[in-house]
């Protein structure tokens, strides 16, 4: 089955920090580019960051500019974003996506495939 499963959302304070992680099974992610998008309750969904599979070049939306980190493991088949200095604003549903065709950056609009999303709450 061609997915792509997101993990490691959580519950965590301001200021703290999570790894998410995007794995992809029965395809390699070495062709695709990867985009994380999230979506906040009665919010449209937003862009967040994006890798290309050609050369590795990034996107930052610049809500979380300096604060997300967005890498590929081709080797694991998975692509992370690390997220510093989290912020109540950044509580949404993230969701990883993939797109061969589709280049990284602003507009990256990934039709391949989707994730089915990781819940990231950021709470006292």
């Known amino acids: 089955q061609l997915q792509l499963v997101e993990s490691g959302g959580g519950l965590v304070q301001p200021g703290g920090s999570l790894r998410l992680s995007c794995a992809a099974s029965?395809?390699?992610?070495?062709?695709?580019?990867i985009g994380w998008f999230r979506q906040a309750p009665g919010k449209e969904r937003e862009g967040v960051s994006c890798?290309?599979?050609?050369?590795?070049?990034?996107y930052y939306a610049d809500s979380v500019k300096g604060r997300f980190t967005i890498s590929r493991d081709n080797a694991k088949n998975t692509v992370y974003l690390q997220m510093n200095s989290l912020q109540p604003e950044d509580t949404a549903v993230y969701y990883c996506?993939?797109?061969?065709?589709?280049?990284?950056?602003?507009?990256?609009?990934?039709?391949?495939?989707w994730g089915q999303g990781t819940q990231v709450t950021v709470s006292s």
């Open positions: 996506a993939a797109d061969r065709l589709t280049e990284c950056g602003l507009g990256f609009d990934p039709s391949d495939y």
């Open positions: 029965g395809f390699t992610l070495d062709y695709y580019t």
């Open positions: 890798i290309s599979s050609s050369d590795g070049s990034t």
